[in-house]
T-cell receptor, first 109, second 114 residues
């Protein structure tokens, strides 16, 4: 079993829809990271969370430490949001990261 | 602030040949990671350095892969000899030492083994 599980694996949405990607983890963490990877591109950090909620533009990330669960929400989705979104849990010690397998999002105009 | 630099971006070699990738992390970042990402999968840790020491290389196939981080700054990852299944993107990332430090990735080096 992976230390970090993401769902769904693939997601197709119409432009304008509200999107939610979920991440569950089983290890003790110091922070939870949401990353974005465009085809052929590198990985960009979107959020780093250790508690509560963060918002950046149309993106919102939340984390529930007790339930070991995080969500990434995209409001008013746009085709340029099409990418792979990866959840990564940073262990409490040792600076190690555990990665989910990613959610491939396609937003159709 | 300059990001994580990697080279080359693309490399095509035949099986049994060797290849080397280079990474220069963000200045001041003590921790440097090499990840292997196969198409459709999340990144898999190959090796983690803290300064010039190895923290974790448990998943590095040591019979063919080697990595070093001399002087605790830039790093090289070598594969010799390459196999078909080594075709992947090799990602370098760096992070400050503190537990709430962000993780920064390079653009990656895409390796195709024919």
């Amino acid at each position: 079993k992976n230390e970090v599980e993401q769902s769904p694996q693939n997601l197709t949405a119409q432009e304008g829809e509200f999107i939610t990607i979920n991440c569950s983890y089983s290890v003790g963490i110091s922070a939870l990271h949401w990353l974005q990877q465009h085809p052929g591109g590198g990985i960009v950090s979107l959020f780093m969370l250790s508690s509560g909620k963060k918002k950046h533009g149309r993106l919102i990330a939340t984390i529930n430490i007790q339930e070991k669960h995080s969500s990434l929400h995209i409001t008013a989705s746009h085709p340029r949001d099409s990418a792979v979104y990866i959840c990564a849990a940073r262990r409490g010690t040792g600076n190690q990261f555990y990665f989910g397998t990613g959610t491939s999002l396609t937003v159709i105009p | 602030e300059a990001g994580v630099a990697q080279s080359p971006r693309y490399k095509i070699i035949e099986k049994r040949q060797s290849v080397a990738f280079w990474c220069n992390p963000i200045s001041g970042h003590a921790t440097l990671y090499w990840y292997q990402q196969i198409l459709g999968q999340g990144p898999k840790l190959l090796i983690q350095f803290q300064n010039n020491g190895v923290v974790d290389d448990s998943q590095l196939p040591k019979d063919r892969f080697s990595a070093e981080r001399l002087k605790g700054v830039d790093s090289t990852l070598k594969i010799q000899p390459a196999k078909l299944e080594d075709s992947a993107v090799y990602l370098c990332a760096s992070s400050p030492l503190r537990s709430t430090g962000e993780l920064f990735f390079g653009e990656g080096s895409r390796l195709t083994v024919l």
